[in-house]
């Protein structure tokens, strides 16, 4: 049961990645990340629109993803996924996680690699592109 519901969750996840939605999420905004529409994106912008595995660090095999219509997707692997925002602050971009704001720098060692590096903390993030079909591993990372 436990894998199946893993897998609905990550099928969503994946659907809701590649889709630029309607919904208005201006509810979720606050004062830490800009509006969507400002200023363009680091690294180019080749991040957006792609699911990112996290393979080091405390958030070890969460699955986020940032959409271009300025929608952050976050799963624990295996949890619940959570959507908010995410902006531009100059050179970094900024999120909320639960209802916190979040500031990273963005890297990209490699087209399929993503390294965030985290105010506040020593080392960086490192994520890896995934692509469908992708589910949770029973077992833990």
Do not use: N
């Amino acid at each position: 049961m436990r894998h199946t519901s893993t897998t609905l969750l990550m099928t969503m996840f994946l659907a809701l990645c590649g889709c630029g939605g309607d919904d208005d999420l201006s509810s979720y905004a606050t004062s830490a990340v800009p509006p969507a529409g400002g200023a363009a994106a680091p690294a180019r912008g080749t991040f957006i629109g792609r699911a990112w595995v996290a393979m080091s660090g405390p958030e070890r095999g969460s699955v986020i993803a940032f959409l271009s219509d300025r929608s952050f997707l976050m799963s624990a692997c295996p949890g619940p996924l959570q959507v908010s925002q995410w902006g531009v602050a100059g050179e970094r971009i900024r999120w909320l996680e639960e209802s916190v704001p979040v500031e990273a720098e963005v890297m990209l060692p490699s087209k399929d690699q993503l390294q965030l590096r985290i105010v506040g903390r020593d080392r960086p993030q490192l994520y890896v592109a995934v692509s469908p079909p992708f589910a949770c591993p029973e077992a833990g990372w």
